[in-house]
């Protein structure tokens, strides 16, 4: 990021930590994709709230934003298994954050299996958690009675832009990967699992592009809104893979089981818009499968009489070209911002909940005043 870029950053996000300060600190735990931009967001969450540790997903870390955040904060592991058992959880806020109140700032539900415990068991008290994300979201709203509230910035119209930028930069990657071994996306058949904002996102951008693009979701009324909008539904999810030369899997959560894979026609390419570890049952591959490399970003999995391409190990493919979505972030950072002010004042019940629409216009308000010129 070039210094003057830097410098608008910087004053945006002291400018929004203005507009939310509070008198009372929490304490917070910040899951984060660590991508070159990021160190400035960091700032601002230890703007607003002591800022324990920083929680990088794995497979979104740029070294140089690390090495910059870590000169400041601490910088922890991230993993499912981390937050998957109760005494476990309970013991790492206990080691950073004993006996304070607490945010959790999470990015796809990691606290979401041991929030319960969290909130009985944590010395300190757990005020709440903000999630960024659709797959994050679903997770918490799956919890039959939450112990705490939870923002969602997930749904957010502020998101809109990002969620239809990361739509263009996962085509673009798929693309790129693709003309990388010299193949091309036409001609090849698409499969969009997931009909949602990426989703559908995906699916128009491929459509723009000339491939023949089906659709598939498990919601009927997605399903519908796809046929409305021009695209081919699958009926059969999986006679939809066996014809499909490239599967997009856009659901938030598990899109393929480990025997999908061997409907897959030769030759296919998987690309996902998240973790593997959400979207794939790779464990789950039948046996007989050995994997190899067949180009930059690309994995074969090959076995008697059957192969197909994994694109970036199943991870978000959008992350191997950076997956920038340019200053339209800072939208939903500022709202992560307006949220983490909302758990502090302590009034909201323990149910899912929306920054208001005031914040959310003067969120957009100050966004235009440094990156509309």
Known sequence: ??????????????????????????????????????????????????????????????????????????????????????????????????????????????????LEALCAQFSGRILGV??????????????????????SVARSPLKDPEDFLVGQSVVFSTEALLRGRGDILHGRPALVLGFGKLGSSIARLLHAKGVHVTVYDVSPVRRAQALSQGFGVARDRDRALT??????????????????????????????????????????????????????????????????YLLNDGNAVNFLHGASVGPFIFLVQAEILAALRMLVRGDLAPAMHDVSSDDRAAIAATWLDYYNR
């Not at 298994?81 to 806020?93: C, G, H, K, N, R």
């Open 1 to 114: 990021m070039e210094t003057t870029d830097l410098a608008r950053l910087t004053t945006y996000f002291d400018r929004i930590v203005r507009q939310f300060q509070l008198p009372d600190r929490p304490a917070s735990f910040l899951v984060t994709h660590l991508l070159p931009e990021r160190p400035a967001f960091v700032r601002a969450v230890a703007g607003l709230s002591d800022l324990r540790a920083v929680l990088p997903k794995p497979k979104s870390i740029s070294h140089a934003a690390r090495r910059e955040v870590e000169r400041s904060f601490s910088c922890d592991t991230l993993s499912r298994s981390l937050f998957a058992a109760p005494d476990s959880a309970v013991m790492y806020l206990e080691t950073r954050a004993a006996d304070t109140d607490v945010v959790l700032l999470d990015v796809g539900g990691y606290f979401a299996p041991v």
């Open 243 to 308: 014809r499909a030369g490239l599967v997009l899997c856009a659901t938030g959560s598990l899109s393929l089981r480990g025997e999908d894979f061997s409907l897959l026609r030769n030759g296919a390419y998987i690309a996902t818009v998240t973790s593997s570890e959400d979207e794939l049952e790779l464990d789950g591959l039948p046996s007989g499968y050995a994997r190899s490399a067949a180009g930059d970003g690309i994995t074969r999995y090959l076995t008697t009489g059957h192969y197909f």
């Open 130 to 151: 903000v999630e960024d994300t659709e797959n994050g979201h679903r997770r918490y709203a799956e919890i039959d009675k939450l112990p705490c509230p939870v923002v």
